[in-house]
């Protein structure tokens, strides 16, 4: 939208929101935080469908493999994870 509105806040990681990047099709966002986690939210409604844990340090980024089937993340802690 080009109105400038905020459509939707989405709240849930407990630090700092590094990253984000929307699905292929548009329909999840993928986060990437200084809390350790990503999260994966329906766009549409907000909602947290999950939230990937497992790394040991701050999280730098997150994306969506081209089929939108795999996010990929990387930390700081000196590893990139591939989730599905």
């Not at 999840?28 to 999260?39: F, G, N, V």
């Not at 994966?40 to 907000?46: E, F, P, R």
């Not at 040991?56 to 939108?68: Q, V």
Request: with cysteine.
């Amino acid at each position: 939208s080009s109105s400038g509105k905020c459509l939707r806040t989405l709240q849930g990681h407990r630090d700092l929101v590094f990253s984000a990047v929307f699905s292929p099709d548009g329909q999840e966002l993928l986060t990437a935080s200084y809390d350790w986690t990503a999260k994966l939210w329906l766009v549409a409604s907000g909602e947290c469908l999950r939230t990937l844990e497992g790394h040991r340090g701050l999280l730098h980024s997150a994306t969506f493999s081209a089929d939108g089937l795999e996010v990929a993340t990387a930390s700081e802690d000196g590893s990139a994870k591939i989730w599905r």
